[in-house]
């Protein structure tokens, strides 16, 4: 009658010292086992398919978290990059004195800052001598769509449209006269004389909407 209960007994101290090999680091071999207990055949080949399921589970589960940790670090590192320029964009271009040399600065030439932005090298050009009167809320549009691209502050671009045009006509060498300040034209005319421009270009630009 104490058949029983000795063979649970058995199958006990066998599942623990199979417990205690399987964490120990360096586990006896399958094989191993079923020739030390071979009346335990169905239990032993049932913990082995158990255990290497679980520990196919956590080895994946482990490089999965490792490779959840590197996006994470690379967000991260992302992100404070993209905050960080702003900033220092911005700390450099509070007072502009050439937009040419401003927009160098955010990292563009002329042509590609003009593609983003839906311009012409023609108006930048217009922009950077002032030749372009800042009273119209179509120009602001313009100057902050500009001023978002280069991270700066729009306030700091109209603040340099606002000074006088910073190129002369009839200038020469050969003249003795004091050259005379060019006038600023309209944006509308601005818009309309480019060339360059689309119609549909010059329809958004001019758009009041």
Request: hydrophobic share 35%.
């Amino acid at each position: 009658m104490s058949t029983i209960p000795n063979q649970q007994q058995e199958l006990d101290r066998c599942f623990q010292e199979w417990s205690e090999d399987r964490s120990s680091g360096n586990p006896s071999t399958l094989k191993t086992w079923l020739e030390r207990y071979p009346q335990f055949t169905t239990q032993i080949l049932d913990w082995h398919a158990y255990t290497t399921l679980q520990e196919a589970v956590q080895e994946e589960q482990e490089t999965l978290d490792h490779q959840w940790l590197e996006i994470q670090k690379r967000v991260k590192v992302s992100i404070l990059q993209k905050l960080n320029a702003p900033i220092a964009a911005h700390s450099n271009s509070e007072t502009i004195t050439d937009l040419f040399e401003t927009i160098k600065q955010g990292g563009y030439t002329p042509q590609e800052l003009a593609s983003e932005t839906g311009i012409t090298k023609k108006i930048l050009k217009y922009l950077n001598q002032r030749l372009v009167k800042p009273d119209d809320v179509r120009f602001h549009r313009m100057l902050r769509r500009i001023a978002f691209s280069l991270r700066t502050s729009e306030s700091a671009l109209l603040a340099y449209m606002q000074g006088p045009p910073n190129v002369a006509v009839n200038a020469s060498y050969r003249s003795s006269a004091r050259p005379a300040a060019a006038e600023k034209i309209s944006f509308e005319y601005m818009i309309q004389s480019d060339s360059s421009l689309t119609e549909a270009q010059k329809s958004e630009w001019l758009n009041l909407s």
